[in-house]
T-cell receptor, first 114, second 116 residues
Framework: AQSVAQPEDQVNVAEGNPLTVKCTYS??????LFWYVQYPNRGLQFLLK??????LVKGSYGFEAEFNKSQTSFHLKKPSALVSDSALYFC????????????FGTGTRLQVTL | DGGITQSPKYLFRKEGQNVTLSCEQN?????MYWYRQDPGQGLRLIYY???????QKGDIAEGYSVSREKKESFPLTVTSAQKNPTAFYLC???????????????FGEGSRLTVL
């Protein structure tokens, strides 16, 4: 079985400050990990993914994520938040090399204020 | 442009009526998926299809039906048996996951169904 936990329902950050959205996963093997963003009444947009190799993955809109195998985490980060980053963020995991389904977390709402 | 098209964007239904949500993709993806999104509950998988003329139930298939007659199309029917159909429905597609394919999903813009 595979699962994803996003422990924070909401994260509040002031514009210009760094942001972190947390994600931990559980999978019996090597994971593929993903982050998606959703704006109101829109579909999910792919931000970035971890496959293998470098633990720091860079993605769209200045976001990056750090894979930590020992802590089974894949936290999403951005050095300087923008008001326009305010959205719902989803972490997802899939077991590598299999046709297993993608498992999503419950989402974290990011609120960036001036 | 390549992508996934869902229609209609908004749909209202009376209780007891079946409705069909359309999903078309031109990404040449083998796999297609339907998710339901409710506030605070994340995404829940309704049905998925990894190849034409074949599909599998997801976690919440009761009250829904699908077909996959063409690679490009994966319509979802919300039947009158679905007890609480008001939700935001998302269609997605991907390359067939496995091997070197990471299988990340590409999503449509969603369809919001409201039962009156």
């Amino acid at each position: 079985a595979q699962s994803v936990a996003q422990p924070e329902d909401q994260v509040n950050v002031a514009e210009g400050n760094p942001l972190t959205v947390k994600c931990t996963y559980s999978v019996s093997g090597n994971p593929y990990l993903f982050w998606y963003v959703q704006y109101p009444n829109r579909g999910l947009q792919f931000l970035l993914k971890y496959i293998t190799g470098d633990n720091l993955v860079k993605g769209s809109y200045g976001f990056e994520a750090e894979f930590n195998k020992s802590q089974t985490s894949f936290h999403l980060k951005k050095p300087s938040a923008l008001v326009s980053d305010s959205a719902l963020y989803f972490c997802a995991v899939r077991l590598t090399g299999t046709a297993s389904k993608l498992t999503f977390g419950t989402g974290t709402r990011l609120q960036v204020t001036l | 442009d390549g992508g996934i098209t869902q229609s209609p964007k908004y749909l209202f239904r009376k209780e007891g009526q079946n409705v069909t949500l359309s999903c078309e993709q031109n990404l040449n993806h083998d796999a297609m998926y339907w998710y339901r999104q409710d506030p605070g509950q994340g995404l829940r998988l309704i049905y998925y299809s990894q190849i034409v003329n074949d599909f599998q139930k997801g976690d919440i298939a009761e009250g829904y039906s699908v077909s996959r007659e063409k690679k490009e199309s994966f319509p979802l029917t919300v039947t009158s048996a679905q007890k609480n159909p008001t939700a935001f429905y998302l269609c997605a597609s991907s390359t067939f996951p496995g091997g070197q394919n990471t299988g990340e999903l590409f999503f449509g813009e969603g369809s919001r169904l409201t039962v009156l």
